[in-house]
């Protein structure tokens, strides 16, 4: 049994075996300069900077034999999983999902910017969920393939934090498992977001299980 020193006097207690690490949407279009975002002009900088730390608790991870769940965020080329309230928020927002972006068709199933980081490539065996939805859990089998490897406990790292990161931690709580967020191995466009989130997280004495960083992490 592991002994994570957590931001509160609650630490986080896990076992490797019943421990899933999930990395929430790495994708080329959220995250480089090339992709949809940094060619739309986001500040894709503090999702970069958390590349270096989440390959790290990825090696870890798979240096214990822990299951390891890659996530991506995208519609199927016809989109006909993508609802009509979500196209145009996506078009207000400067980059209409489907259309045609700097990585071929935005955050399409397919395309070079739907795909996951070369750094953060899964590996044979290890589970990749395509969602359609901020949380990993609507719509997929997530809950049926952590339930059949004997999960009870999720690690989350990855982007953003504020809108991917955080659906997929509260359907995880709302289902059970004891969540622990990396914060410094989860990026957003902007520090307010970050930042907030990480305190409602933490609010009402953890409503949303545990926070700590990955230094604490790796020397659990």
Excluded at 20 to 45: H, P, S, T
Aim: with cysteine; hydrophobic share 40%; net charge negative.
């Amino acid at each position: 049994m592991k002994s994570v020193q957590a931001w509160s006097d609650r630490n986080f207690e896990f076992d490797y075996s019943t421990t899933a690490l999930i990395i929430v949407d790495m994708q080329r279009d959220f995250v480089e300069d090339e992709g949809a975002c940094g060619a739309g002009g986001m500040n894709v900088k503090p999702l970069q900077a958390v590349v270096p730390r989440i390959k790290s608790l990825l090696e870890r991870f798979r240096e214990n034999g822990a299951p390891v769940v890659h996530t991506r965020y995208g519609f199927k080329p016809d989109m006909s999983d993508l609802p009509e309230a979500v196209r145009l928020q996506s078009k207000a927002a400067g980059g209409e999902y489907g259309t045609p972006g700097p990585l071929g068709r935005i955050l399409t199933q397919g395309e070079a910017g739907f795909e996951i980081l070369a750094e953060l490539s899964p590996k044979p065996g290890e589970t990749v969920v395509n969602k359609s939805t901020f949380g990993a859990f609507t719509y997929t089998e997530l809950d049926k393939i952590l339930r059949g490897k004997g999960v009870s406990h999720v690690v989350i790292c990855g982007v953003t934090t504020q809108c991917c990161v955080e659906g997929t931690l509260r359907e995880a709580v709302d289902r059970g498992y004891f969540v622990l967020t990396v914060a410094d191995c989860c990026g957003a466009f902007e520090e307010k977001l970050q930042k907030g989130t990480l305190d409602a997280i933490q609010s009402e004495a953890h409503l949303f299980g545990w926070i700590a960083d990955s230094q604490d992490v790796l020397s659990a």
